[in-house]
């Protein structure tokens, strides 16, 4: 494929810089073959003179050398007082054999003579040298134009000449950095232009987030003739972050018609965005475009009736068109068509004008007017929704449980639950330990329904969540649970609201427990 815009991935890098980030050298192989396969140019490994972790990345990484994406080693201009081949830092980005080599030099004079100490003069004799050696060994060489809009903006001559003295020394791509992520839309065009009007060299961009303007400007840039874009997975970087390549790419290649990647692996952009999430043990952003949870999730009456009748309406792209899915959430602004769409999700029929799915509609701005929250409780609401249509059959019957936290002067905190159900009409008590009442109690109820229900065993609660509803009732608030499970297919949500934090859970967890049995097809059976 002859692509339009070259995708430069620094996530590696730059993205390792982002708060709560640590990469062991494990995560960036994961992450450069992932990145690898989905398609991107060049994958940014590290910086190797930094930290062990970015140097012992590019040793393990020939053992597996990337198919498609080219490795690059970055690193920065020589030492004032050292030539290139005398700077070790220097030497080692041409020694360790990736093909593609990053400089970053200064081009704004406050940096030259507040972090360097050097002259105007000597930086441009230290890009020079540090290019042309690096060039010497035969790869491929982009130079960073570090903080290139503030210093075009502060003093555009000499941020100009040092593009141009890059391009001397031998640069292949030059790349404009907004590093400091300050710089406005029209100031970005006006620097692009001038650079354009000094150099003949392949343009890049390099985009910060801290106005909230990466992405918008990266697309400006594009528009303005720039072909090699430098972004991170999901935004990560340094303070806000860096332009984000999940934006970026469906930007480029659905609405402005750049060819960027294989149509195909955009389908997988979703899946990138949470993998990389995955490795570097965050969170992913459920209101990010294109690759959200929740960015084609619709909430209002009115818009779920829109998109079920045209997803147009409402939706600016397919969500497959990037592997998403479309969420219709049922709340207490939904209509009678979210409920009926999620009904039938879950192979229940229910007709739109029926008096269940006004009773269902009912039910639900009901409980959520109480707390309860079905958008994240998925499980819950199919429940309450066969319950409302006759369709669930009781597993058991609570008589009672009993939660005890006993603290011992030595500190030691000791939990117990007993509870005693009845099933089909045998009655079971029992208890158990745990780690905290939540956990007692959830194994007191397994330790009383597996007999009946031996699929029991196959079902793990993996996530709770509290959140408390009225924080200004303090110790008497209104708390709201959510408990995940899952089993060797799946997973769902369940939710429980209370006063009371055990009840609260108590709730979530037998809804979680019932779903799982009815999902296995567990029915009464006789004690064993």
Known sequence: MTKDVFLYDATLRDGAQTEGIAFTVEDKLKIARKLDEFGIDYVEGGWPAANPTDLAFFERVREVP?????????????????????????????????????????????????????SLERNLSMIEDSVSFCKRHGVELIFDAEHYFDGYRAD?????????????????????????????????????????????????????????????????????????????????????????????????????????????????????????AEIANLPPLDR????????????????????????????????????????????????????????????????????EARRIVARLK????????????????????????????????????????????????????????????????TACEGDGPVHALDGALRKALEPFYPNLREIKLTDFKVRVMDTEAGTAAKVRVLVESSDETESWSTVGVHENIIEASWQALVDSVEYGLMKHGEGRNNKQ
């Open 366 to 429: 009901e409980m959520e007017h109480q707390g309860y929250q079905f958008e994240g409780a998925e499980a819950s609401f199919e429940l309450l929704v066969k319950k409302t249509m006759g369709l669930y059959q009781k597993l058991f019957d609570l008589e009672g449980f009993r939660v005890i936290v006993e603290r011992h002067p030595d500190g030691e905190i000791l939990t117990e639950a007993t509870i005693k159900v009845t099933v089909g009409g045998v009655s079971e008590h």
């Open 156 to 276: 555009p001559g000499y941020a100009l000449e040092t593009l141009r003295t890059a391009e001397c020394a031998g640069a292949d791509i030059i790349c404009l950095c907004d590093t400091n992520g300050g710089v406005q839309s029209q100031q970005l065009v006006e620097a692009i232009q001038a650079a354009q009007g000094a150099v003949k060299t392949t343009l890049g961009i390099h985009t910060h987030n801290d106005c909230d303007l990466a992405v918008a400007n990266t697309l400006l840039a594009v528009a303005h003739g720039v072909r090699h874009v430098q972004g991170t997975i999901n935004g990560y970087g340094e303070r806000c972050g860096n332009a984000n390549l999940c934006s970026l790419i469906p930007n480029l290649q659905l609405k402005l018609g750049k060819r960027v990647v294989d149509q195909e692996a955009l389908t997988r952009l979703y899946t990138l965005s949470h993998y990389v």
């Open 288 to 355: 990010q475009p294109f690759v959200g949870r929740a960015a084609f999730a619709h909430k209002g009456g009115i818009h779920v009736d829109a998109v079920l009748k045209n997803p147009a309406t409402y939706e600016h792209i397919a969500p497959d068109e990037v592997g998403n899915q479309r969420r219709l959430l049922v709340s207490d602004q939904a209509g009678t068509s979210a409920v009926v769409y999620r009904a039938a999700k879950v192979e229940v029929d229910l007709p739109k004008d029926s008096p």
């Open 66 to 118: 990337l198919r498609h994406a080219k490795l690059a080693a970055f690193g920065s201009t020589r030492r004032p007082k050292l030539s290139a081949e005398e700077d070790p830092q220097v030497r080692q980005l041409v020694e360790l054999g990736a093909p593609v080599v990053t400089v970053v030099g200064k081009s704004w004079t406050l940096h030259v003579k507040e972090v360097l100490r050097a």
